[in-house]
């Protein structure tokens, strides 16, 4: 079991950045991939990017691709995501997840077994 706690969220203008960290614990961390999934008001969770275990693939939902960066250091214990050109739209809460035993790669909460508590994130114009 790996326990997440998202941190790095805020408040930025239409056209900023921000990076969220999250940072694990548990044995299992460096041997599973890593997600980041979001939930804005009045709407169902959705994902976000994900990373593999080794940090060499990484997958992104289309409506972040080329503005967003996923990246994990397993010695740390860590998995960040760097979020540049911020739009309203991107707010949400956004939620750090780890997968389950034996999944390399993925894009849909099911496959992911442990999350954090979220951390907000607010674009506004």
């Known amino acids: 079991q790996v326990q997440l706690v998202e941190s790095g969220g805020g408040s930025v203008q239409a056209g900023g950045s921000l990076s969220l960290s999250c940072a694990a614990s548990?044995?299992?961390?460096?041997?599973?991939?890593m997600g980041w999934f979001r939930q804005a008001p009045g709407k169902e969770r959705e994902f976000v990017a994900a990373?593999?275990?080794?940090?060499?693939?990484?997958r992104y939902a289309d409506s972040v691709k080329g503005r967003v960066t996923i990246s994990r250091d397993n010695d740390k214990k860590t998995v960040a995501l760097q979020m540049n050109s911020l739009r309203l739209e991107d707010t949400a809460v956004y939620y750090c997840?780890?997968?389950?035993?034996?999944?390399?790669?993925?894009?849909?909460?099911?496959?992911?077994?442990?999350w954090g508590q979220g951390t907000q994130v607010t674009v506004s114009s």
């Open positions: 997840a780890a997968g389950r035993t034996g999944v390399i790669m993925a894009e849909t909460s099911e496959y992911f077994g442990s």
């Open positions: 548990g044995r299992t961390f460096s041997s599973v991939a």
């Open positions: 990373i593999s275990w080794s940090g060499g693939t990484t």
